[in-house]
């Protein structure tokens, strides 16, 4: 009632975003941080959370204001050269090569964590590979926790491809089930490979499965060209004892051998660059873009550069850094 009566009196109710919006144009809060905001709010899990509550506190934003200090010294160093010509007074060379190293380094720092970040945002892409009755749609449902993909001992059962999410160690992990990959079979199933291909070529991390009683016992070699691969050697059950070639992990989805260990391997991917949490991580793809953008100017600066050159190369870094994180 009492806001409905500040609504008759002439007030109106706050549009979505206002106050942040309104704290950015005062000063009291940046572009990371007023992204961070969002990023609070649109969390899923621990990660997320973590991570966007650290850079409301300003963490990545102490970053980016150090790199910019860092770019104006360098500015600096530039400008000096250029006002001081007529003196005859040069700034060294070997001043001005140790402090673009600075700032390149500070940016390749910046840089790394931005896969990181994208994994935390987007979550990890895990795509199940291998031949029809591999037990892939077991796995799936079995990594799910329900019964999302139908599991029949007919071959070419899933013919598409099938998504799932899910949270391992605080880290969101995207999970798909794929069509057998043969070279018989419908044009359906056909199609259904292609998928599966694509999606692999997509991923972030590929679990190769192979049956132990698969027309092909022996296992394939493990993949030489994509992303990442965890080589799993599936229905363990009906080898008991036998142990596996070099590298491939033994799983049974009957009797839950190596499920245990299957996930803490995909742990540790999902979670590989994002170990320190916290630290400040580049998460927005803009970050990326202003850093990739700056370091190309800091690296196209050549020695026999007039100094007018170099100095508006840096000039440009130094406003692509500030505006990514100012306004």
Not at 16 to 41: C, S, Y
Not at 163 to 190: C, K, N, P, S
Not at 255 to 261: K, M, N, P, R, Y
Not at 284 to 295: F, S, W
Request: aromatic share 4%; net charge negative.
């Amino acid at each position: 009632r009492v806001i409905e009566s500040c609504l008759a009196a002439g007030a109106r109710r706050a549009r979505a975003g206002e106050f942040t919006r309104r704290a950015v144009a005062n000063g009291k809060l940046d572009l990371v941080q007023a992204e961070a905001i969002r990023d609070l709010v649109a969390s899923e899990t621990a990660a997320q959370h973590r991570n966007a509550r650290l850079q409301m506190e300003g963490l990545l934003s102490v970053d980016f204001r150090a790199l910019r200090d860092e770019l104006v010294r360098l500015s600096g160093l530039f400008e000096a050269s250029l006002d001081f010509e007529a003196q005859t007074v040069e700034v060294a060379e070997d001043e001005i090569v140790e402090q673009r190293g600075f700032c390149l380094s500070r940016i390749d720092g910046l840089l790394k964590t931005a896969a990181a970040g994208e994994r935390i945002r987007d979550g990890l892409r895990v795509v199940i590979l291998g031949p029809p009755n591999a037990g892939k749609s077991t796995l799936f449902n079995h990594l799910c926790g329900n019964d999302r993909a139908i599991v029949s001992r007919h071959p070419g059962t899933t013919r598409d491809i099938l998504e799932a999410e899910l949270e391992i160690d605080g880290v969101r992990v995207v999970v798909q089930d794929t069509a057998g990959l043969r070279t018989t079979g419908d044009e359906v199933e056909a199609e259904g490979h292609r998928r599966a291909q694509g999606a692999a070529s997509a991923a972030d991390l590929v679990i190769n499965l192979w049956a132990y009683d698969s027309p092909t016992e022996a296992a394939p070699g493990t993949r030489a060209e994509g992303p990442p691969a965890i080589d799993v050697r599936s229905k363990a059950d009906t080898r008991p004892g036998v142990v596996p070639e070099e590298g491939w992990l033994r799983l049974s989805c009957t009797s839950g051998e190596g499920l245990e260990a299957l996930r803490s391997r995909i742990a540790a991917v999902a979670t590989s660059g994002v170990a320190d949490l916290g630290g400040a991580v580049a998460i927005a793809g803009r970050h990326r873009e202003a850093l990739t953008a700056a370091r190309g100017e800091l690296v196209g600066i050549s020695p026999g550069d007039p100094p007018e050159l170099a100095a508006e190369k840096v000039r440009r870094a130094l406003v692509g850094v500030a505006v990514s994180y100012t306004h």
